[in-house]
């Protein structure tokens, strides 16, 4: 641990609630001092002492490319070079907004706005302007950013720290959400009811680690508002572009009313989307009655980056390589887990994955709940002293990028070993 990481969270601390600009980076999942990360190139991060990881982390999942993708920094410096904000409409929206169509099967139209938050934010009261109906529907230990009426049974930060339910959220609003079990297509039936506009659902959640649905799962949720006439939003920033370029809905075939991205469409600078068929995207402002607005909106910096990182993404064999490297660390560190005798359950989609310390299997927020937070802030140290850089919470999904090639994925494996054995010793011998 270096000297200048120390003094500049203690400066941080004075000036920034707990140090930071979002939670969990504030390593009180796993106690210490969070790094202060100076640059990164490719599958490596360098903080202020100059000590140097690999990434598992990649900026919660925009970095798909690596960082520092040469595409995409002149793609950037070309923006910016041209002015960095208008307020006025660019071409480079249009041309993101039809690669986004053209990648998305439930797409039609799409409106661009500058976080995930204000993207499931304006999803919700979309949906609620087409029904005409108040209630939500989501899952127990599922995070779709820090919007009032989704902040109940919350996952990521709020999971980590014990406070799932926010404060300062009223219960008239709260009371307006019903959450229910990941994975339990029978709860989600008990609790629907015709006031309910819609289920949202991260398709592969990743704010309680990373759980796969189940099979059958989306589909059914598809059903279920089929029959209750709710929307289905699919809440995809974290897994549009990475789980395939078509996002969850292409990989497991549901088609969504509205889609929510953010992430890996802004390569790494802040962006969101929602966006559905022609006829629910028609009921927003300025053609509809549902009013959603934004300075920054489609800010042509962000829109350059999302334009060529997806334009790579598009013409690559990335998704392929991405599950070979990610299925080749997935089995080299199981087999470690097994020879130490950890409990630890891995689940992965794609290049999308958490090592939970526990037997498993993870299907939920309870099963994911069970896993021992000691152990893995014990084993999230020691490979932070080994060089590796992963999500500081049991409960965030980890991503690999393209830039991580084999030799980073059998280093991986080497420190993860090591790091299993020492994890071995202290809790499991
Ligand atoms: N909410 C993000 C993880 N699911 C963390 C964002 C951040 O700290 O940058």
Known sequence: MGKQSESFFERAKEVMPGGVN????????????PRFIEQAQGSRLFDADNLQYIDCVGSWGPMILGHGHRYVVEAVKKAATKGFSFGAPTIGEVEL?????????????????????????SALRLARAATGRKKIMKFDGGYHGHVDSLLVKAGSGGATFNVPDSAGVPEEVTKLTISVPYNDLDAVRAAIDGEVAAIIVEPVAGNMGCVPPAEGFLQGLRKICDDNGALLILDEVMTGFRVSYGGAQALYGVRPDITT????????????????????????????????????????????????????????????????????FEAGVKAAAEKHGVPMTLNRVGSMWTMFFTEGP????????????????????????????????????????????????????????RALKKVAWEFYS
């Open 22 to 33: 979002s939670p969990v980076r504030a390593f009180r999942g796993v106690g210490g001092t």
């Open 97 to 121: 907004a039809e690669m986004i169509i053209a990648a998305v099967p439930s797409i039609e139209m799409v409106r661009l706005v500058t976080s995930g938050t204000e993207a499931t934010m």
């Open 261 to 328: 991205l953010g992430k890996i469409i802004g390569g790494g600078m802040p962006i969101g989307a929602y966006g559905g068929s022609r006829k629910l995207m028609e009921l927003v402002s300025p053609l509809g009655p549902m009013y959603q607005a934004g300075t920054l909106a489609g800010n042509p910096v962000a829109v350059a980056a999302g334009k060529a990182t997806l334009g790579v993404l598009k013409n690559s064999s990335i998704y392929q390589d991405l599950e070979e490297r990610s299925a080749e």
């Open 362 to 417: 993870v299907t939920d927020w309870l099963s994911a709940d069970q896993s021992n937070r000691q152990a893995f802030g014990k084993f999230f140290h020691f490979m932070l002293a080994e060089g590796v850089y992963l999500p500081p919470s049991q409960l965030e999904a980890a991503f690999f990028s393209a830039a991580h090639a084999k030799k980073d994925i059998l280093q991986l494996i080497e420190r993860a070993d």
